[in-house]
């Protein structure tokens, strides 16, 4: 009788007896817990030709979603004790690689696929190992439109680009857009490179050819480093990666095809999705030249199935961690990453470890009526969404790739097509300040964002005053006000984390019960201005859709970060969930996790739990910090009811009457937003008392929930950083500061007055 092999992907492994094992016990971050182990059936298949040997859940006939394929890799974790030449000399391995990206892991490859089974005990065994797992490929799923034979949008006398410039073509809704048109007068994507990781891109289309960057391309499908064009002609099945790089930069101006949102960006193709890849050829391609690659756009995923918490493999994180510390050049590289198309599914944003990253932004897609596109994925970790297609007969989106008649497509979408459309309006923002770390770029994007859908009863104001919503993430992206936002911003400080690890739980979740079971963090450390949390979960039920799961912060905002529709036969298996929806809050006070079960039948147990925060420590430095919030209450005095839910009017930083003023310097220097003025009432002077530089300016008291931030730089091109500076007076509501002397290399300052909402 044959004995399994016992693998453990991220702790260790055991021993196996011969002959080969039929059946493999691991953790491969889905839950699932015992595989069977075939012949691969497929691999007459063009994807599947490299991968003789293929493990699927046991029980389960294989189906692309749960087949795991074996690789020639395996993946090594070593201590300082012993070097990879050494490794690799005593497992017998062909050759070895070590990851640039990532510390003390190394990449083994061995003749054939079966190897990285049977002689997995003796590396597991080797002095300085600790741990190996074998590197198995699974196939990755695009974010293209869903698979509906009447998605397609047909007309005779179309308007394609309505995503970029909408006014009502078709019966779509005015505004319903990227804002993007005003940009490209002065910002076209000029200077940014942005790579495409998907099933390849037609390098020698003829609106994508100038803009294409065939200098760092790379294929890890066909081995053929130099050329990701996909398949061996332009009207193979492999079209989708095109078409992202169409909606991104194809062309403009060139009386040819369509235009992209940054129409002279450069374009990278990096080609993974045409085969099953394992998680170090997808971590290669995410931390692949982040040196010259400043967007990195991923509009593929998990599978939308609702059935499985997809857990990402350890080496993407480790690459998407690589990137954001060290790519363009310390600034980070930005991960735009599609949330997926199941909604219809029961699928859930948060199922997708993908998006559950920090690191990667998560966008939703918007329909041309301003509304979720039936497809679209809600969850706690969307950061904003993007105009893109929707039903039947509703208009899709136009763009590069070729039909067989020679003209381009008109019917691509889904949450594939919402990202490409936000990497290219970061290509504009990064052009506008090169000076953005990735986390200016959320935030900004957070900032800037148009409700839409104002009807909605899922719009809140979290406790910083951002408006969120589980669909929409902070709402529809806008090129103009993000742009407008990043020519006078200051950067973030450096990030830290606060973690609070509640290990031993163990609480019964009742059956059927919506008042289900609670457990708090109480944050009482340094005190920190929120971005991202994470809540890290283990909980054994059989069925994950039975569950409802909540994170309630101090302030009391909600993050709803497990709401299926369907059925899972997986628990989380400490599993992490991200939450954006708390961006700007303060870190102390009590969290509240709730875990309810809505459906008869099933109970469980929450066994362990951990909350980790990141942000910057609170401080407010560079002036006064002033509480509580006004904004919406000086929106309503100002602008009719039918304006008041208009971002572009009454937005933060919308400028209504045109004097270069946004909403909220008005706001904060008791200005009129209807009325051009020549200076506000409040607005700052610079007084020069024998070489002495004093900052004054009027405070208004009834505007409780805003900051007013002194920053400075050595041109007006910036780069912009908080200056030094101390209250010296305060008479009535005229506050006076002395600026502390600069003393740095340069001979000239340039102060502005930043203001912030809380």
Known sequence: MNKSLLVYLFTSATSFASPFPKELSLNDGTGIKIFTIVTNPAKKHSKYKNFPIVLHPKGKLPTPENRRLATQRVHVRMDNSVTPAEIAKASHATSFKVLHYSENDLILTF?????????????????????????????????????????????????????????????????????????????????????????????????????????????????????????????????????????????????????????????????????????????????????????SNNSWGAPDTGETAYKIDPLVSAALTHGVRNGRQGKGTIYVWSAGNGR???????????????????????????????????????????????????????????????????????????????????????????????????????????????????????????????GYGAGMIDAKASVNLAKQWANLEQQTSSNHSSPSINKNIPDNNLNGVIHTFNVTDNELRVEQIILTLDVDHAYLGDLYITLTSPDGTISILNDLSGGSQNGYDNYPLLSVRH??????????????????????TLRNASLKIFGVEYSGGGGPIIADGKYLDWVKEHFPLAEQTNSAIAGETAD???????????????????????????????????????????????????????????????PFSLARSKRISTRGNIETHQLIPDQSRYRQRFYRALILRK
């Open 583 to 604: 961006w700007g809050e303060k870190s102390n006070g009590t969290w509240t996790l709730k875990i309810s079960d809505r459906v008869d039948g099933d109970t469980g």
């Open 344 to 470: 219809t599914d029961g699928d859930y944003a948060n199922l997708d470890g993908y998006v559950n990253q920090p690191e990667t932004i998560g966008i939703g897609a918007i329909n041309y009526r301003g509304t979720s596109s039936y497809y679209s994925e809600y969850g706690s970790n969307i950061v904003i969404s993007a105009p893109s297609d929707n039903r039947s007969n509703d208009p899709s989106i136009t763009t590069t790739t070729l039909t067989a008649d020679g003209t381009y497509t008109d019917n691509f979408g889904g949450t594939s097509s919402a990202a490409p459309l936000v990497s290219g309006v970061i290509a504009l923002i990064l052009e506008s300040n090169p000076n953005l770390g990735w986390r200016d770029i959320q935030e900004i994007l957070i900032r800037s964002a148009r409700k839409v859908d104002a009807g909605s009863s899922g719009w809140v104001n979290n406790g910083a005053g951002f408006h969120f919503h589980h």
């Open 111 to 295: 003749p054939k696929p079966a190897d990285t089974i049977t002689k997995l005990e003796k590396i597991h065994k080797l002095a300085g190992v600790e741990y190996a797992r074998p590197l198995l490929a699974k196939l990755n799923f695009r974010k293209s439109i869903p698979n509906d034979p009447r998605f397609a949008w047909s007309r005779s006398n179309p308007n394609y680009l309505w995503h970029l410039r909408n006014t009502g073509q078709n019966g779509s809704v005015t505004g319903i857009d990227a804002n993007i048109t005003d940009v490209w007068d002065n910002y076209r994507g000029r200077n940014i490179t942005i790579s495409v990781v998907d099933d390849g891109v037609q390098v020698g289309h003829e609106d994508l050819i100038a803009n294409i960057n065939t200098t760092i391309d790379h294929d890890w499908n066909d081995n053929t480093p130099n050329d990701p064009s996909p398949g061996n002609s332009a009207f193979s099945d492999d079209t989708h990666g095109t078409s992202v790089a169409g909606v991104i930069a194809a062309r403009g101006n060139n009386q040819i095809g369509v235009t992209g949102a940054a129409p002279e960006a450069s374009i990278v193709g990096l080609r993974i999705l045409s085969a099953p890849t394992s998680g170090d050829i997808k971590a290669e391609a995410l931390a692949w030249r982040t040196d010259l690659i400043d967007i």
């Open 656 to 718: 209504p009457d045109k004097d270069g003023r946004a909403n909220l310097i008005e706001y904060a220097f008791d200005g009129n937003p209807k009325k051009t003025e020549a200076r506000l009432r409040g607005e700052p002077k610079v007084i020069n008392e024998n070489g002495l530089l004093k900052i004054q300016f009027r405070v208004n008291t009834s505007n409780s929930d805003i900051r007013y931030l002194l920053v400075h730089a050595p041109s007006l091109k910036g």
